[in-house]
């Protein structure tokens, strides 16, 4: 089987996905299923499928939006309903520090206001 490629396709068609088209078109021209060759194709034909699903995976994820800052050692990715910031050493990273130290990778956040009222909310987890 030959595939025929437009140019429109040929010019959205991603890089890995061309090589797996290839793929199937060399294996469907081997005749032994159990030779060498074939089984060399099948290989890269299944690397190949798996970086397509991983990038597809990748592109689905929305775009992370929300600030990070390093507490022992961990990337944490955080939001706060005032999209304000955190610094370390403050109440809310050591709470974040010592919800890590229970086993924690998440959980919810809360900030005082400026005055000292509980009021600024917010979300905080290890991004892995």
Same mark, same amino acid.
């Given at each position: 089987?030959?595939?025929?490629?437009?140019?429109?396709? @040929?010019?959205?068609?991603?890089? /890995?996905?061309?090589?797996?088209?290839?793929?199937?078109?060399? +294996?469907?021209?081997?005749?032994?299923?159990?030779? $060498? @060759?074939?089984? #060399?194709?099948?290989?890269?034909? +299944?690397?190949?499928?798996?970086?397509?699903?991983?990038?597809? #995976?990748?592109?689905?994820? $929305?775009?992370?939006?929300?600030?990070?800052?390093?507490? @022992? =050692? =961990?990337?944490?990715?955080?939001? @706060?309903?005032?999209?304000? &910031?955190?610094?370390?050493?403050?109440? &809310?990273?050591?709470?974040?520090?010592?919800?890590?130290?229970?086993?924690?990778?998440?959980?919810? /956040?809360? #900030?005082?206001?400026?005055?000292?009222?509980?009021?600024?909310?917010?979300?905080?987890?290890?991004?892995?």
């Amino acid at each position: 089987m030959r595939f025929r490629w437009t140019n429109k396709e @040929l010019a959205e068609v991603s890089d /890995l996905e061309f090589l797996r088209v290839l793929c199937v078109e060399r +294996k469907s021209d081997c005749t032994n299923t159990s030779a $060498p @060759l074939y089984k #060399k194709i099948c290989g890269i034909e +299944k690397r190949i499928e798996y970086q397509i699903e991983e990038q597809r #995976k990748k592109d689905a994820l $929305p775009e992370d939006t929300n600030n990070h800052i390093q507490i @022992l =050692h =961990h990337d944490i990715s955080y939001y @706060l309903d005032d999209d304000s &910031e955190l610094e370390s050493g403050v109440g &809310e990273a050591e709470h974040i520090e010592y919800m890590i130290g229970q086993g924690y990778s998440e959980g919810e /956040l809360n #900030k005082s206001n400026d005055d000292g009222n509980d009021g600024i909310r917010g979300y905080w987890k290890i991004v892995k």
